[in-house]
């Protein structure tokens, strides 16, 4: 403390011109009204920027809880669409409306998309209700399957994967065909079995059949870029794009089907042939 009184009392001179400085300062602003319209204006607009970057600052920082909060809301509005429209599909959305499926959010903790066998990993587990084999998908089209989980985390084969098959169909013919991943580019796939008969061109539109457990009808997997025409074959393939962008995925939702114990056994019960 000693030490502090002998440096104020060493700069007293430039301390005590600092005063007088600061109250010629104050008499000029109050006593001029020019002087002071500016001094108000100019710290308003110190003020007003230094708000509005500590407001950004924080609006940045808030970006994770909003995205998860904003995942966790269409969850539920998928859900509550599901059962306003049962069985039928709606042109707006790139999801089935079937009451039977409910819609969870999860967060895509690891994904990777140039190797021949992609996964990704989510935050949600066994604890949430995720079980093995239900279906995943971004807002845009279709993601994967679930193949494995713990208690809190759970692992997706995306349909990047060399012994991904997911049964489609043709949205303007409801042709049933087959669509794979052949490992070239991770924003391309392929169709097969397309049945020489059937005519399709560049831009047709490839959605889930329904047929499987595992996706509702109607959930977009892409859009048809080149036709593939097999000389001498009965069936034809086709390349197409894929509606989800891979690369960029941050929150998907997992696909529980309320009915598929019920159709298990049912598909179980039928005799053999």
Not at 105 to 116: F, Y
């Amino acid at each position: 403390m000693r030490y502090f009184f002998i440096f104020l009392w060493k700069h007293s001179f430039f301390f005590l011109f600092l005063i007088f400085e600061f109250i010629s300062f104050l008499l000029i602003v109050n006593n001029n009204p020019y002087q002071r319209s500016y001094v108000i204006n100019s710290t308003n607009e110190l003020t007003g920027n230094m708000f509005s970057a500590f407001t950004n600052i924080t609006e940045y920082l808030s970006l994770k809880n909003n995205n998860k909060t904003l995942a966790e809301e269409n969850a539920i509005l998928h859900s509550k669409l599901n059962l306003l429209l049962s069985n039928k599909t709606d042109s707006n959305f790139n999801i089935s409306t079937d009451s039977n499926f409910l819609m969870l959010p999860a967060k895509v903790l690891s994904n990777s998309t140039n190797n021949r066998i992609n996964y990704l990993m989510l935050n949600k587990g066994k604890s949430d209700g995720i079980n093995v084999d239900m279906g995943v998908i971004s807002s845009t089209g279709i993601v994967g399957i679930v193949c494995r989980i713990s208690e809190n985390f759970s692992s997706v084969m995306s349909i990047l994967h060399k012994d991904a098959k997911i049964s489609a169909k043709i949205k303007k013919n409801n042709q049933l065909v087959n669509v794979i991943w052949k490992g070239d580019d991770y924003r391309t796939g392929t169709i097969e079995d397309i049945p020489t008969h059937i005519e399709i061109v560049p831009g047709d539109t490839i959605i889930t059949s329904g047929n499987s457990l595992i996706f509702p009808e109607g959930i977009l997997i892409g859009t048809c870029k080149d036709f593939i025409k097999n000389t001498g074959e009965n069936l034809n393939n086709a390349e197409i794009i894929f509606s989800t962008d891979f690369n960029s995925l941050s929150y998907v939702y997992i696909i529980n089907n309320l009915m598929r114990e019920e159709q298990n056994n049912l598909i179980n019960s039928l005799p053999d042939e």
